[in-house]
């Protein structure tokens, strides 16, 4: 069966340091991956695409990183700030649909 | 206004009720869709429209009846809710449905935290 899995368990790091997001995936051939971000009791906000071509994908502080044959893409957040304390949720295309995994709650403690 | 609003962002109802939820967009897109969320679960897709023609019905009751008017507005009306139904709807849209990479971005409203007693 298709299924998307994030880290189940809530992240919990210190100010300033690298938080790494997992978003595994089985049966599905996404063309794309997407990165969300969610504050609570909003509606996601988009970060980062990546295409199945593609490696590795920048912005600011924000690295995505994308493996086909491990089916698995990174999200990664260098210098981290208590102001990134949200849910994270990765996306994937299925034919024009997306996909959703359940998000991880990540916590930056100053 | 900019971007996806939604109305109303609080409603209680009880299991007899009928509401509507409304979502509009002011981005120009051709897509809109409507999920639910519910506590630690993954975002369900409902509904697609694209171009005012609905395009994806996954699965979800009768008493959810989707509306697009036209590309702009999109309602989600409800009768006789169960308790299960209590989430957080969210509307959404994007320049084309099941278009290349970057036009499928979403771009969500804030929601409807929904309770139904």
């Known amino acids: 069966s298709q299924k998307i899995e994030q880290n189940s368990e809530a992240l919990n790091i210190q100010e300033g340091k690298t938080a790494t997001l997992t978003c595994n995936y089985t049966?599905?051939?996404?063309?794309?991956l997407q990165w969300y971000r969610q504050d609570p009791g909003r509606g996601p906000v988009f970060l980062l695409l990546i295409r199945e071509n593609e490696k590795e994908k920048r912005k600011e502080r924000l690295k995505v990183t994308f493996d086909t044959t491990l089916k698995q893409s990174l999200f990664h957040i260098t210098a981290s700030q208590p102001a990134d304390s949200a849910t994270y949720l990765c996306?994937?295309?299925?034919?024009?649909?997306?996909?959703f995994g359940q998000g991880t709650e990540l916590s930056v403690k100053p | 206004e900019t971007g996806v609003t939604q109305t109303p962002r609080h409603l209680v109802m009880g299991m007899t009720n009928k509401k509507s939820l409304k979502c509009e967009q002011h981005?120009?897109?051709?897509?809109m869709y409507w999920y639910k969320q519910s506590a630690k679960k993954p975002l369900e897709l409902m509904f697609v429209?694209?171009?005012?023609?609905?395009?994806e019905n996954n699965s979800v009751p009768s008493r959810f009846s989707p509306e697009c008017p036209n590309s702009s507005h999109l309602f989600l009306h409800l009768h006789t809710l169960q308790p299960e139904d209590s989430a957080l709807y969210l509307c959404?849209?994007?320049?084309?449905?099941?278009?290349?990479?970057?036009?499928?971005?979403?771009?969500f409203g804030p929601g409807t935290r929904l309770t139904v007693l």
């Open positions: 996306a994937l295309d299925q034919g024009g649909k997306l996909i």
């Open positions: 981005l120009g897109h051709n897509a």
């Open positions: 429209y694209s171009l005012e023609e609905r395009v």
């Open positions: 959404a849209s994007s320049q084309v449905y099941g278009g290349s990479y970057s036009t499928d971005t979403q771009y």
């Open positions: 049966n599905y051939s996404p063309a794309y």
